[in-house]
Antibody
Framework: QVQLQESGPGLVKPSGTLSLTCTVS?????????WTWVRQSPGKGLEWVGE???????NYNPSLKSRVTISVDKSKSQFSLNLTSVTAADTAVYYC?????????????WGQGALVTVSS | QSVLTQPPSVSGAPGQRVTISCTGS?????????VHWYQQLPGTAPKLLIF???NRPSGVPDRFSGSKSGSSASLAITGLQAEDEADYYC?????????FGGGTKLTVL
């Protein structure tokens, strides 16, 4: 069973860059899946941020596209999220997840989530 | 404003049946894209509940079922239990990008 774990700073200053890493274990990051970031602002619903395939192809939420970069490091079995020019509106729990392309074609595995607060 | 519309809340007594709707449009559900459903218990990560409109992952009770018709989908829960109290989200695709519904809070009375 694949497991995902987010890591990174829990506090980011306004106008700074939010950086998170998701470590994948129990399965290969090079399998035919898409690796995804989803965020949830306090008391709000889920928002798809973007995704990456192990070969480097990416798709981003149009509302965040100008500020988001998702990258992958296959040697470390990790993928990362960078979000620039953050504001308080970017305060959220950030989840990494796997979009399974071997059966469900859904987000079948999730990390526990990482709370990132944007504040000075 | 979410691309997929869900009722903010639904409720039911133990043992009852409830349904949660997810309404989209011709660019997402109506275009033939699959709908998935997730359950999020308080303070936890979402969990896949239904995939491909009406399929349950291993371990999900058959009290949960999904359906899709036209530009809408529904999640039905029968034999409601206290442990079902959670937030439920539908998810699909819009022009190839992933989109979520706004979420529905289920209260077990």
């Amino acid at each position: 069973q694949v497991q995902l774990q987010e890591s990174g700073p829990g506090l980011v200053k306004p106008s700074g860059t939010l950086s998170l890493t998701c470590t994948v274990s129990g399965g290969s990051i090079s399998n035919s899946h898409w690796w995804t970031w989803v965020r949830q602002s306090p008391g709000k619903g889920l928002e798809w941020v973007g995704e990456i395939f192990h070969g480097g192809r990416t798709n981003y939420n149009p509302s965040l596209k100008s500020r988001v970069t998702i990258s992958v490091d296959k040697s470390k079995s990790q993928f990362s999220l960078n979000l620039t020019s953050v504001t308080a509106a970017d305060t959220a729990v950030y989840y990494c997840a796997r979009e399974d392309h071997s059966g469900t074609y859904a987000f079948d595995s999730w990390g526990q989530g990482a709370l990132v607060t944007v504040s000075s | 404003q979410s691309v997929l519309t869900q009722p903010p809340s639904v409720s039911g007594a133990p043992g009852q049946r409830v349904t949660i709707s997810c309404t989209g449009s011709s660019s997402n559900i109506g275009a033939g894209y699959d709908v998935h459903w997730y359950q999020q218990l308080p303070g936890t990560a979402p969990k896949l509940l239904i995939f491909g409109n009406n399929n349950r992952p291993s371990g999900v009770p058959d009290r949960f079922s999904g359906s899709k018709s036209g530009s809408s989908a529904s999640l039905a829960i029968t034999g409601l239990q206290a442990e079902d109290e959670a937030d439920y989200y539908c998810q699909s695709y819009d022009n190839g990008l992933r989109v979520f519904g706004g979420g529905t809070k289920l209260t077990v009375l």
